[in-house]
């Protein structure tokens, strides 16, 4: 149940990803936001920028009592939260990105999806919780 929540804030919060980006779920865990018409140092900034939105964003996990209405849940977390008990538990979640354009070794949307997902493990092997192109 933690999983699919942290999947929705991810998702969530890569859908208010400025600069013209448009986010898609690529499968399981992984997720492609495209910038049409951006170079990669234009789309740059804005992937850091949700990289660390994501990072401030402190989820409380979700109780037995927590309601599975999205009204009610706003609710709780509007004017009346402050009369309400803490989370037993936030959690911070944190993304490793990788960026790539085309070019001249990646001149298709698969080979551009390769180098992406080469970034990707880079951006892993360096640490996590950063962008890498």
Same mark, same amino acid.
């Given at each position: 149940? !933690?999983? +699919?929540?942290?999947?929705?804030? !991810?998702?969530?919060?890569l859908?208010? !990803?400025?600069?013209?980006?448009?986010?898609f779920?690529?499968?399981?865990?992984?997720?492609t936001?495209?910038?049409?018409?951006?170079?990669? +140092?234009?789309?740059?900034? =804005?992937?850091?920028?949700?990289?660390?939105?994501?990072e401030?964003?402190?989820?409380?996990?979700?109780g037995?009592d927590?309601?599975?209405?999205?009204?009610?849940?706003a609710?709780?977390?509007?004017?009346?939260?402050? =009369?309400?008990?803490?989370?037993?538990k936030?959690?911070?979640v944190?993304?490793?990105?990788?960026?790539?354009?085309?070019?001249a070794?990646?001149k298709t949307?698969?080979?551009?999806l390769?180098?992406?997902?080469?970034?990707l493990?880079?951006?892993?092997?360096?640490?996590?919780?950063?962008?890498s192109?």
């Open positions: 149940d !933690v999983g +699919d929540q942290v999947l929705k804030l !991810v998702a969530a919060r859908a208010e !990803v400025e600069g013209g980006g448009r986010a779920r690529y499968g399981g865990e992984e997720f936001v495209l910038f049409p018409g951006c170079s990669l +140092d234009e789309a740059l900034p =804005h992937l850091e920028a949700v990289r660390a939105a994501i401030a964003y402190q989820m409380a996990v979700r037995e927590r309601p599975k209405q999205a009204e009610e849940g609710k709780r977390r509007g004017a009346e939260a402050e =009369h309400l008990p803490p989370p037993d936030l959690l911070s944190t993304i490793s990105i990788g960026a790539a354009e085309p070019d070794q990646a949307p698969a080979q551009v390769k180098a992406a997902d080469e970034a493990y880079r951006a892993k092997r360096g640490g996590r919780n950063r962008v192109r």
